[in-house]
């Protein structure tokens, strides 16, 4: 290798696309090139970093939403506002993975091609991605139980009714168990019974065989009035 | 055109009927405890107010002797001694048991208390002064305590040569006279003060209203009204073993009734199963206690009972008919019976009061 920088063959060199003699003669060069290894060095953060950002994760909920729709569409019959590709949003191929005009060599639909035998449900590959069929699976499987919480209109608010009771039994239930620290009492009735005497100016009488015998006399007149 | 189910619309209309039937029959419920005519003061000139006032007045001032005959709903009558000394008090002797009386001191308390008892007879019923009549061979002026419903719910005989109130009958709603007591040998003048006596004053910590009103923000359950026509007249306080009592004195101005409160629980060996927790009388106060005879001793127009219910023991006695009893011990916390899951939830529900 010349004295000469290392230029594009930098680049090379940290993806690791060298063959065994250039990478050897690269690396001779980075031990005597300060400006080369700086360089070879940021390059390889700079490209580190970018690998670490990683793919943009999809929102769950927006997923679920257009999981609901896909699903409605099947059951109701056309919709009305379904894209005119068919299927919900983001159901289609990516942008720029369209087929080019006149078609891609051996494609069956091309000019020339054969039938993709790989296309027939139930024959993927084990390791494969799941097919259309296996994610409409999955979606059943969430659909059948949103479907249990809305067997008739205002499930729902049922499901919110049926928490508030039982939260409200619950808290009555600990509200409603005895004080440890209530201390054991014997009311004291005979004091109790001295002070209503006093309060009502009469004292408990018990009555006695002859005073019964006397009752019609007594307080007839009284009762009778 | 709506493409729905038409066999679906009546399970869907199903829960709006269940709910307007549930309505309906809360409504009827409410409209059915909704108070009765009678359940109201009752309005009208109260001419017979002056001659108990007087009554009152006279028993302050007239040294007496006499036999107090007492009768019960079931017209079972017992006797005792009593003898009237204005300045010192009033002494009672069972008869047979001369030598064992019992003294009630006079005291201010007690004085304002009889103003109160008049006060809530005169708010509670029509007081009608309804003449002349005789009662045992005396002489009596006759006043009457009309409810609304101008059933008589209370007579009162005052002897019209010394202004003493000599009889007096409390009737119950259906008209039976529930509670009696009058006066026979009764003898004017200053009579004999026992040497020896068991004595009796009210508790000295009188409970003003807003003693009531701390008491009631530490969940005493103490109110003013028991019911429309039971106000309280008295409120005091004693400690027993270092620990408040409450006695709460409740009346319509013709019956009283006590109530003592006291922080704690009963012995869980109490024998409170056999009347759905309530001890002394059946549920709700009906029926003559036979538990604490030996305590309390009357079996004529008297009632008690106890029970606990939200970490307080309740103790009601009660001189009164016995439909008024029971509508005092109902309007207080329902005893606490059961420990089972829904008692349970039930009385946590109590406590925690409208949401």
Redesign the interface.
């Known amino acids: 290798m010349s004295s000469e920088h290392l230029g594009e063959r930098l680049s090379a060199l940290v993806d690791g696309e060298l063959g065994p003699d250039e990478h050897e003669r690269a690396l001779i060069h980075l031990a005597k090139c300060e400006p080369c290894r700086f360089e070879a060095d940021m390059t390889r953060r700079l490209k580190s970093r970018l690998h670490g950002l990683g793919e943009p994760e999809p929102d769950l909920d927006f997923m679920g939403r257009l999981s609901s729709l896909d699903g409605r569409s099947g059951q109701d019959g056309p919709n009305p506002f379904a894209p005119p590709l068919g299927g919900g949003f983001g159901a289609g191929p990516p942008l720029g993975s369209s087929r080019p005009l006149g078609g891609f060599p051996g494609d069956p639909d091309g000019p020339g091609g054969e039938p993709l035998a790989a296309n027939t449900p139930g024959t993927a590959a084990p390791g494969e991605p799941p097919t259309a069929a296996e994610e409409r699976g999955e979606r059943g499987r969430s659909e059948f139980l949103a479907q249990l919480l809305t067997p008739?209109?205002g499930g729902r608010y049922a499901v919110a009714g049926a928490a508030v009771v039982t939260a409200l039994?619950g808290?009555?239930?600990?509200?409603?168990?005895?004080?440890e620290d209530?201390?054991?009492?014997?009311?004291?009735?005979?004091?109790?019974?001295?002070?209503?005497?006093?309060?009502?100016?009469?004292?408990?009488?018990?009555?006695?065989p002859e005073?019964?015998e006397?009752?019609?006399e007594?307080?007839a007149?009284?009762?009778g009035? | 055109m709506s493409t729905e189910d038409p066999s679906s619309r009546p399970?869907?209309s199903a829960p709006a009927a269940l709910l307007a039937v549930t309505a309906l029959c809360v409504l009827l419920l409410v409209s059915a405890v909704h108070p009765e005519a009678n359940q109201v003061p009752a309005e009208g000139a109260d001419d017979g107010l002056p001659v108990l006032r007087a009554a009152a007045e006279a028993e302050e001032e007239t040294h007496y002797a006499a036999v107090r005959?007492?009768?019960?709903p079931e017209?079972?009558?017992?006797?005792?001694r009593v003898a009237n000394h204005p300045d010192r008090g009033?002494v009672?002797a069972?008869?047979?048991s001369e030598d064992e009386p019992?003294v009630?001191e006079a005291s201010q308390a007690?004085e304002s208390?009889d103003d109160r008892l008049l006060e809530v007879l005169r708010e509670t019923y029509r007081v009608v002064d309804a003449g002349r009549?005789e009662?045992?061979g005396r002489s009596a002026r006759?006043v009457e305590a009309v409810r609304a419903d101008g059933t008589v719910a209370g007579?009162f005989?005052v002897d019209t040569d010394n202004d003493l109130l000599v009889?007096r009958?409390a009737y119950d709603r259906d008209g039976?006279?529930a509670l009696?007591?009058?006066l026979t040998d009764l003898e004017t003048g200053e009579g004999e003060w026992p040497d020896h006596a068991w004595t009796?004053?009210?508790?000295g910590e009188a409970l003003e209203a807003g003693d009531r009103e701390d008491l009631r923000s530490e969940g005493w359950e103490l109110q003013e009204h028991l019911t429309w026509d039971l106000h309280l007249v008295?409120a005091?306080a004693t400690r027993?073993e270092g620990?408040k009592?409450v006695?709460a004195?409740y009346s319509d101005g013709l019956a009283?009734i006590?109530l003592?409160l006291?922080?704690?629980?009963?012995?869980t060996d109490h024998p409170t199963a056999p009347f759905g927790g309530y001890v002394g009388t059946e549920q709700g106060g009906a029926g003559i206690s036979s538990g604490?005879d030996t305590?309390?001793?009357?079996?004529?127009g008297?009632y008690?009972t106890?029970w606990q219910a939200d970490?307080f023991?309740f103790?009601v006695?009660a001189?009164a008919p016995a439909d008024l009893a029971t509508s005092a011990v109902t309007a207080l916390p329902s005893p606490?019976g059961s420990s089972g899951?829904w008692?349970?939830?039930?009385?946590?529900?109590?406590?925690?009061g409208p949401l």
């Open positions: 008739f209109p039994l808290t009555a239930f600990v509200a409603g168990g005895e004080a209530t201390p054991v009492v014997e009311p004291r009735l005979a004091d109790f019974a001295v002070e209503h005497a006093v309060t009502s100016r009469h004292i408990p009488v018990e009555t006695s005073a019964q006397t009752r019609a007594a307080g007149e009284q009762a009035r | 399970r869907r005959r007492v009768t019960g017209g079972r009558s017992a006797s005792l009033i009672f069972p008869a047979g019992f009630v007690l208390l009549t009662l045992g006759l007579r005989w009889g009958t039976g006279a009696s007591m009058n009796g004053q009210p508790w008295d005091r027993h620990h009592v006695h004195v009283q006590s003592f006291q922080r704690g629980k009963l012995e604490h305590i309390f001793g009357g079996d004529a008297q008690q106890m970490g023991v103790t006695l001189d606490e899951f008692a349970r939830v039930e009385r946590g529900l109590d406590r925690m």
